[in-house]
């Protein structure tokens, strides 16, 4: 079964700060990988994802992360956040063959301080 | 608005009693999901529909919850005799067959009293 592993579930940083969210995962296939983001009262939205191409993915608002095979690692990244950030981040992971279910870390809660 | 979208919004119920939520996934979404997201934890799969066939369950699916997709449109999820730990964030997601990209609806949140 997948899992998924994310660490500091609570960030707190200023504007114009770097941000960094970790993401490991445990599957022994080949799979793809995502990023969703809850912004308060919103519903999951999808912020980028990963589909076996170029390991270092960009999506929208600035957003980056890239995909470690090696460290089985999709490290979610942006160099300088804004207060509109402040939102929860799910990392989540699905087989590549398969039923495409999905499976989600608990979550980083970030809140970016104007 | 041609997003994901679910109904009721907010349920609350007493223990022992039925609930249903209804999904509508996006138009032509060969593939529907239910998810149940728990305070402080990330979504966790229960089923998936393919059109209107229902191709897999969780183990966290106990016997008091059923999902149908009749037509292959909309979804309903039925928990019968609810329990206080069925309390969560209930959420739908809708995807192509030939996609990996799941679209989420904004959750129908159950409260058990």
């Known amino acids: 079964a997948q899992s998924v592993s994310q660490h500091n579930h609570h960030v707190i940083l200023s504007e114009a700060a770097s941000l960094e969210l970790g993401c490991n995962y445990s599957y022994g296939g080949t799979v793809n990988l995502f990023w969703y983001v809850q912004y308060p009262g919103q519903h999951l939205q999808l912020l980028l994802k990963?589909?076996?191409?170029?390991?270092l993915v960009k999506g929208i608002k600035g957003f980056e992360a890239e995909f470690i095979k090696s460290k089985f690692s999709f490290n979610l990244r942006k160099p300088s956040v804004q207060w509109s950030d402040t939102a929860e981040y799910f990392c989540a992971v699905n087989s590549y063959y398969g039923n495409n279910r999905l499976a989600f870390g608990k979550g980083n809660q970030v809140v970016v301080i104007p | 608005d041609t997003g994901v979208s679910q109904d009721p919004r907010h349920k609350i119920t007493k223990r022992g009693q039925n609930v249903t939520f209804r999904c509508d996934p996006i138009?032509?979404?060969?593939?529907l999901y239910w998810y149940r997201q728990t305070l402080g934890q990330g979504p966790e799969f229960l089923t998936y529909?393919?059109?209107?066939?229902?191709?897999?369950k969780s183990r966290l699916l106990s016997d008091r919850f059923s999902a149908e997709r009749p037509k292959g449109s909309f979804s309903t999820l039925e928990i019968q005799r609810t329990e206080q730990g069925d309390s969560a964030m209930y959420l739908c997601?809708?995807?192509?067959?030939?996609?990996?990209?799941?679209?989420f609806g904004p959750g129908t949140r159950l409260t058990v009293t």
């Open positions: 529909f393919q059109n209107e066939a229902q191709l897999e």
């Open positions: 997601a809708s995807s192509f067959v030939q996609s990996y990209e799941q679209y």
């Open positions: 990963y589909f076996s191409e170029d390991p």
């Open positions: 138009s032509e979404h060969n593939r």
